[in-house]
């Protein structure tokens, strides 16, 4: 089994624009929105960060913490967002590792509960995370499931 390294952008912050432009390619939020919430991340202007999954030098996991992702209901923050494993890693429990990562983060920060918007239901309640209420993305037709994690 491969031995993958899993970090915060604060211990690498060298890959500030890789991942800025990773993280872009996945999911077409414009790049320079991640490379300021990664600078203000970075600068220490706020706790809530981005965390990768890398293959020797290559990313093929990561999400962040943002205080809104993109939906109607602006009192439920901070979010874990931009959640992605490359297609070829998944199964692997990367992503289950990177949110266990993020929730023990941001708890040792006193930062609970976190918040996570998806479409998906069956995985997210494997790490611990459950149903809280649907919410609204921002440009979206249908509701979608909002997580909780205490």
């Not at 996945?26 to 965390?51: F, N, S, V």
């Not at 943002?66 to 990367?94: M, Q, S, W």
């Not at 995370?129 to 979608?144: I, K, V, Y």
């Amino acid at each position: 089994m491969n031995e993958y390294t899993y970090l915060t952008l604060r211990e690498r912050p060298e890959l500030e624009a890789a991942a800025a432009e990773w993280f872009h390619s996945k999911w077409g939020t414009p790049q320079e929105a991640y490379l300021a919430c990664m600078d203000a991340y970075l600068r220490g202007e706020t706790e809530l960060g981005w965390y990768l999954c890398l293959d020797g030098d290559t990313i093929v996991g990561g999400m962040g913490v943002i205080e809104n992702d993109f939906h109607d209901r602006k009192d439920l923050t901070p979010n874990v967002c931009a959640v992605y494993t490359e297609e070829g890693y998944r199964g692997r429990g990367i992503a289950g590792r990177l949110l266990d990562m993020v929730v023990e983060d941001m708890r040792e920060k006193g930062v609970t509960p976190l918040y996570l918007l998806t479409d998906h239901t069956g995985f997210y309640e494997r790490y611990g995370w459950e149903f809280f209420c649907l919410a609204q993305g921002d440009g979206e037709q249908t509701m979608s499931r909002m997580y909780i994690h205490k």
